[in-house]
């Protein structure tokens, strides 16, 4: 019997993993909870997901908006297996599914202490299971996972350097600035290292943060001093048969950001998604044991393929990391 | 049997012309050429389109780079009904095609003159139906066809004053400027008018342009002196019941053209796109006979539904309008 | 005695007027309020303002900050003549200035109802003579009085239709956005023609606005029905006569705003202020009787001349416009 | 007698050198070059600067928009002791100075090859003494030098890793890109490390660089391990006395590169410049024997002061730096 999903918050990431669990054999779409009648209700509603309310108080708004509301949250919660939190920050639904007792999964906005169990796939996927709740890394940590971890396994890391050039908003997020200024994170050494370290036990990473004008992708520049001395060629390679690795090539026209999404967008997913982390061979270079790159991650969807592992290995469905992995990524078109 | 189609560049319009000629059913592509093996090169192949180059001298280049050229421009041309200029403005292929006695189809980058036929659906589609040679217009006047027609057909024009805030650069586009300047197109009443005039014949139209930080979509500030006086929602209703135009609300959260993009991508289209023009059904205000209303143009996207009605006239495979409208709309899935 | 003169709120309006009063010889500034110890307030310091703070509660903050608090608000009142109210549009300190019977000028930020009495120097400082309150209209609205005004003079107008392209954020304020995405103005026509209205009484003025992602000056592009038909070239000479108009010509390299603030900057004013409206001579078209013309409005300087201006009106200082202006012009060092 | 200096292209870096040469009681302006009449020559002629042509060949049509032109580059080289070369990378003069046997600077923007000598006034002052030729290094090598030297002398280095946040573009240029990409230097490490080292001779240390879409300041994100372990305040404490170093506080509402240049306009200099390499107090952490550290450079500005002490070293005007300095600074009114 297919993992009843709940998605309590159908935003950014919310919407992605409802389509990104409806694309699974082995789990559904209980419900979708928002609070107000925006386009992305409507998606939800055109979408055919049963569309429930955070609370009663929320639903005459939702209803004047012809919103078909179906429930409340509490009562989603009754029929659901699991929910993915994908709610702001600040809201705090914890009490509320332990109370309940539904299996729980956070986004990357929220702290470790909340759950205590930190997720991503390669790292640690077999301490999520059984789980009652996890917390899915962020879209930069997952990303530094990505490239970081085959390296650990293969050559083994002295340490890490990585400065983050964040996007300062969303594509659809025109609130937020700013619109000519660079800003940096003065928190020095930055969260975004230790927070890898919660799910890449004992990594010694050190991280620094800007924030730039740009809604697309952000950009890490990443400094690893190895345990050995293979080649760039050899990274690139270990790439190429890395999961969730996408290569990318100036030569093919590829020089920032802005290429790599238009690149996406010709893939023909759906909101020109790309859910791997992109890395340019040509920027690859290994000088004695250190190794330099840049990988750019599209934060709006690269934690999507970690969420439905999450599911998986939380629910008991499946134990083995690559198996989910392979089913996630073949349901979702990544590329092989 | 179907209309054999060839694509000459294979960039911003035309992958995604190649692309919907695929999802109908009475014309197919025959080859697509392209000079340079970027990554939309490598895309073109993964489609399955026969590539081509544009003569001899590009080929090796390509084959290095591992792209399988199936020909040359010339020998595409000979077997292909109708080719789709999609090259950058300074090119000039037609006494190419003349000799090979192709019929063409060119952008709205070039001028009128070229072809002496210029093309929007709604406005002349029948001035079109088999001819040789034809322009579709760009975007921005295929966007003001759209909306000023139904309004020209049911309450008469007096005049037209248009503004276009024009986007600077395409998404993808990372070398063009500027990052924080607006700039008139100082050239007063611009060009634009004129070039609606060249399909809406008569209409009297004037506008003026500038040119802003951003890539995502045009947008047009119109203003329109009608011989009648409907009310706001008469003029909200006729748009409700015209193809090709979406009526848009803020109140659903889409206050600005990042919006109107997050919601198209929510469509599901392949590269996100939104063919159809947006219209603010909240910035819709008639003030005795002055209709003001904002529009907003998917630069990448809006024309491609007349590329494929144009090459149903010019091919004679439909004499009705309406009917090629509906055939290429359904086939695209375009909003109802 | 020279006009003692109190700024209330020393930010990007205050630390202007304070510097402009500061140049002239009939007026001074008794002292500066403000909130909070940031970098504009060590600048008060450093320029020898008085430094008072709104209310007792601030002052231990800012002398944390060892910022020398000379006394608060209401001590302020009590010797200043008039205060120049730049505080954020939600404060209200209307009352206060009535309890201590002290003459006020607001900015344009704040409605007409607020004063009664809006102000721009050309338009009607014979209405401000010894007004106790008045309102200095916005940036924008003060670039319309400065180039309509002497059109309507010589010529006289039918109608006005403007587009105003707004920059989104001042250059220091890195919270706004939108970073990439264009938003109209929805409430159209927009507030902007009524209220050159409140000082151009009886103008027929529309007008709709747009935000696009810039920190760098308004563009307005202007479309006026005249009562006669001038040439291009009688509109430029008009121009080139009237005070606190610039023109400037992109045959010397000016295409756009960026341009003209970098003219601004080699001018060597304080902040590389442009207190001038700029239009662009070859941008004035007139066709018919219509006028066509773009204009950019540096949004942190060009109202500073009209405050000391309102300053003198209301304080009796001087009866006739004209000389006002030539002394705050000459003072301030406006292009002759 | 003070040096006649002659200034070969009037643009960014080289109207700033002529402003401050002429703030220099030893040294003078005979004359600037610029080939077109853009708003810039005109600000020359209003200057007063001898106003010269690159040839013959470019006087009609400066004489035509009305620039006196005294005479040609080469006329100019007769009278001159030294030439400031401000001209685009792909001009080369070299062989006419050689030819009339005058000095010259060139800027960072050529390569360390074309002189053999590159300039740094704290790093390598003495080197450049009576030189022909010298280039000064570019504004972020510059800015490196400035925060690296002190620390290098104080408590030496082991290595540095510099990310270099760049601006994509200059505030007046508006062709240049991107609007919304982020683009990596694939070169890795870049060219700004062994820039570094032609004057800090033998330090290791090696950068990597990003470009993103602002026009205001470089901002580099720096890690220095160094050979003592002095706490973050001694490190702050250094800087404090480092001449053009200037410490900025996140506390007095300094987050960004965009209220570091609102900061530097409220310092009342031309054009709002600001010489200074702006450094984050707040910003400034050691662990252990790594310093970590962020600093913004005004690209267009940091370099000035480095062409006035080299002009001095070169024309044996003194020989002491720490004089030299003194004296610049002074007159250019810097931060003491």
Redo the contacts between chains.
């Keep these: 019997m297919p993992v009843k999903v709940a998605i309590n918050g159908y935003g950014t990431i919310g919407?992605r993993v409802a389509d990104a669990v409806r694309q699974q054999d082995d789990m559904e779409i209980v419900g979708v909870v928002k609070r107000?009648?925006?386009?992305?209700a409507?998606?939800a509603m055109k979408n055919g997901f049963p569309f429930y309310a955070p609370t009663e108080e929320f639903i005459p708004a939702l209803e004047k908006?012809r919103i078909k509301v179906t429930g409340t949250l509490p009562e989603l919660l009754e029929i659901a297996d699991i929910v993915i939190d994908c709610t702001p920050k600040k809201a705090n639904y914890k009490p509320l599914y332990e109370k309940h007792n539904v299996k729980a999964i956070w986004q990357g906005g929220e702290k470790h202490d909340l759950t205590g169990l930190s997720f991503n796939t390669m790292a640690n996927y077999e301490d999520a299971i059984g789980a009652q709740f996890a917390r899915v890394v962020s879209c930069n940590t997952t990303g530094l996972c990505r490239t970081l971890h085959p390296i650990q396994e293969k050559y083994g890391i002295e340490n890490v350097?990585g400065?983050m050039?964040r996007?300062?908003?969303d594509?659809?997020?025109?609130?937020?600035?700013?619109?000519?200024?660079?800003?940096?994170i003065?928190n020095?050494?930055s969260h975004h290292g230790p927070d890898v370290a919660t799910v890449m036990y004992g990594l010694n990473i050190?991280t620094?943060a800007?924030?730039?004008?740009?809604?697309?992708?952000h950009?890490h520049?990443v400094?690893v001093k190895m345990k050995a001395t293979p080649s760039s060629q050899d990274i690139v390679d270990l790439w190429e048969n890395t999961p969730r690795v996408a290569l990318?090539d100036?030569g093919?026209?590829?020089?920032?950001?802005?290429?790599i999404?238009?690149?996406a967008?010709?893939l023909?997913r759906?909101?020109?998604d790309l859910f791997e982390i992109a890395v340019?061979k040509?920027?690859v270079?290994v000088?004695g044991d250190?190794l330099?790159?840049?990988q750019?991650i599209h934060q709006e969807s690269d934690v999507i393929p970690e969420n439905i592992d999450c599911i998986r290995a939380m629910c008991n469905v499946e134990t083995d990391k690559f198996k989910s992995m392979e089913k996630t990524d073949k349901a979702m078109g990544l590329i092989a």
């Design positions: 919407k107000r009648p925006t386009f992305e409507f998606d908006a350097l400065v050039i996007r300062s908003a594509p659809w997020d025109s609130k937020t600035g700013p619109i000519n200024s660079i800003e940096p003065l020095v050494p050190q620094t800007v924030k730039v004008p740009t809604t697309i992708m950009l520049s400094v990318v100036s093919e026209g590829i020089k920032g950001t802005s290429q999404m238009e690149w967008k010709d023909g759906k909101r020109g340019w040509d920027g270079h000088v250190t330099y790159y840049y750019a």
